[in-house]
């Protein structure tokens, strides 16, 4: 070390020695310039599907169509929904679909926008469990409410209103004021016995 060269350059009579950085030091950083451009191009601008996000949101979509085959297709009526709002961990999967297409209408909580209140005790389109369903999939209000039959599986249109059923009571603050009819309650929430034929969603 005390063999090297010293730069010109001195503080205070402090020196420093001019040791130059190893050769492969500066190859592998040129290397990693060289490199970088092309791992931007594949992995972040070109084809669909090759970024992480976009990998993440089909390992997600994969997983839940597994957890959709566990129970297969659904019917959509009161029962059914009845029975799903006693399920938390399906409750979740119809939360994130509210999350994913219902928060620019109702509201992040379901507390109103261009759309009812869904935390209040009043309804204009429903009286039974069995109606939220139908509004979801063939919505109402001449196309307000859009409708959804064919943009989500039948699972998911089960399971958001099993999350929609939940919402009723919560009287978010701020929200949009009461419209239409106050409706007779639920009916009481079916607590199975634990068949586990169904399972529950796994995360
Ligand atoms: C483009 C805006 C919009 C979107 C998106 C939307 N809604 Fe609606 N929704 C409305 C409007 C407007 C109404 C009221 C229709 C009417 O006046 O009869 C409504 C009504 C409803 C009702 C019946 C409320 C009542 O009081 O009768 C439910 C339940 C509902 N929506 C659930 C959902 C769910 C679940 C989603 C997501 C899958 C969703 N909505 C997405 C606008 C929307």
Not at 12 to 35: C, H, Q, R, T
Not at 84 to 89: R, T
Not at 116 to 138: C, H, R, S, Y
Request: with cysteine; proline share 5%; net charge negative.
């Amino acid at each position: 070390m005390s063999e090297a060269p010293k730069t010109d350059h001195a503080y205070d009579g402090i020196e420093e020695y001019d040791n130059p950085l190893p050769g492969w030091w500066k190859w592998l950083f040129i290397a990693s310039i060289v490199f970088c451009p092309f791992y931007w191009v594949y992995y972040h601008n070109g084809a669909k599907g090759r970024s992480i996000q976009d990998q993440y949101g089909v390992a997600l979509a994969e997983n839940t169509r597994l957890q959709f085959a566990e129970i297969g297709d659904l019917k959509l009526d009161g029962p059914t929904i009845a029975r799903f709002m006693a399920k938390d961990s399906w409750v979740k999967v119809g939360e994130s679909v509210f999350r994913a297409n219902c928060v620019s209408c109702h509201g992040r909580e379901g507390e109103g926008k261009v759309g009812p209140n869904l935390t209040d005790e009043a309804f204009k389109n429903i009286t039974v469990l069995a109606d939220i369903g139908k509004v979801i999939n063939n919505g109402a209000g001449n196309g307000a409410m859009p409708k959804w039959s064919n943009r989500l599986h039948i699972n998911e249109i089960v399971l958001v209103s099993a999350y929609v059923a939940k919402l009723r009571g919560q009287n978010v603050e701020g929200g949009r004021p009461e419209e239409g009819n106050k409706i007779a309650p639920w009916p009481e929430p079916v607590v199975e016995e634990e068949s586990d034929e169904e399972g529950d969603a796994k995360s």
